[in-house]
């Protein structure tokens, strides 16, 4: 007989639900709009779509928003009880395209067949940036013109030093609703603030500012995940502007290696931990835009109960 095999994740449930580490006690943890999250090709061969939903379940996920590669992947995430799904179209659309989906006719082929079927909600994520293509991409153009003709939001990854790409973007595209993924990832609040200011069409969310990805949002050690100077004064002055969610892919902030399996879910607990800890220190109102209700009227879903 072959020994039974319990996979990381359902680990991780089960002990969570011994010892109550996705809550206080017995109380379910306040709702949470999960605003990024990933079901790729290489996370599906050691995460099942099962123990996904059960992250959410744990950590009152009301909202989740699921990319993936290949594209369709993102469908293979049901909706539940309490959390509602929303897919993405991704351009990559096989695995391994993204190096060359900017040069792919196919692209653009399956992302209008998607939408006009209205399989998916948004399109993302977009990585731009890094020398490899520009904004003035036929792929890239294109996908932006069916975001504006079917009026859905695109999520946007720029790889810069600075907030002008991202500044350069939106302004090409004032019909299109952006989410910048990652705060830009590695840019301080003043950049952020420089983007905010200058874009209405321009939201923002906080996923892979964690210690294990981009960090530079929240210090740990003594003073964990207490936030770094700038950022809460800037979310106080754009409180409708921005969101957060958990990114649970591991190296995701490295080198290209989504050809190896990914075990990113295993971190989708501690990951959950770091976003509520820097939560807590906003006020109740402030926090609860961040944390839920900016996510929920983004993609127009309907509030829990």
């Known amino acids: 007989m ?8 359902l680990l991780t449930a089960l002990l969570a639900g011994c010892a109550g580490v996705s809550g206080d006690g017995d109380e379910q943890p306040a709702p949470f ?11 599906a061969e050691v995460t099942d779509a099962d123990e996904v ?58 992302a209008r067949a998607g939408l006009e079927a209205g399989k998916y909600q948004g399109i993302g994520e977009v990585h ?20 504006a003709e079917f009026d859905v939001p695109v999520l ?4 810069a030093s600075r907030a002008d ?29 420089r983007a905010v200011a200058a874009c209405d069409n321009l939201w923002v969310e906080l996923s892979a500012r964690d210690p ?4 530079r949002l929240a210090d740990a050690g003594p003073d964990e995940d207490r936030l770094r100077d700038g950022w809460e004064e800037l979310i106080a002055d754009y409180p409708d502007r921005f969101m957060t969610g958990t990114d649970p892919v591991a190296n995701a902030h490295e080198t290209y290696r989504w050809h ?10 501690d990951i959950m931990a770091f976003h509520r800890g820097w939560l807590d220190q906003l006020p109740a109102d402030l926090a609860r835009r961040v944390r839920l209700t900016n996510a929920h009227e983004f993609f127009d879903v309907p509030l829990p109960e």
């Open 2 to 9: 072959h020994p039974l095999r319990i996979s990381p994740i």
């Open 165 to 193: 790409y991202t500044m350069e973007i939106c302004g090409d595209h004032p019909d299109v609703d952006f989410l910048w993924a990652h705060a830009g990832g590695i840019l301080g609040p003043d950049e952020v603030r």
């Open 260 to 269: 190896e399996a990914n075990r990113g879910w295993a971190m989708y607990d």
């Open 128 to 147: 731009i940036g890094g020398g490899s293509f520009g904004p003035d991409n036929r792929n890239f153009r294109g996908l932006m013109e069916l975001a």
């Open 212 to 215: 294990w990805h981009y960090g």
């Open 33 to 43: 709009a999960d605003i990024h999250t990933h079901y790729n090709w290489n996370q």
């Open 156 to 159: 946007l990854h720029v790889e």
């Open 53 to 110: 939903t059960a992250a959410f379940a744990r950590h009152n996920v009301s909202l989740a928003v699921v990319v993936a590669e290949p594209s369709s992947n993102a469908l293979e995430i049901p909706d539940t009880e309490t959390t509602e799904v929303v897919p993405l179209f991704s351009p990559y659309i096989r695995p391994g395209i993204r190096p060359e989906w900017h040069r792919d006719d196919r692209v653009l082929e399956e």
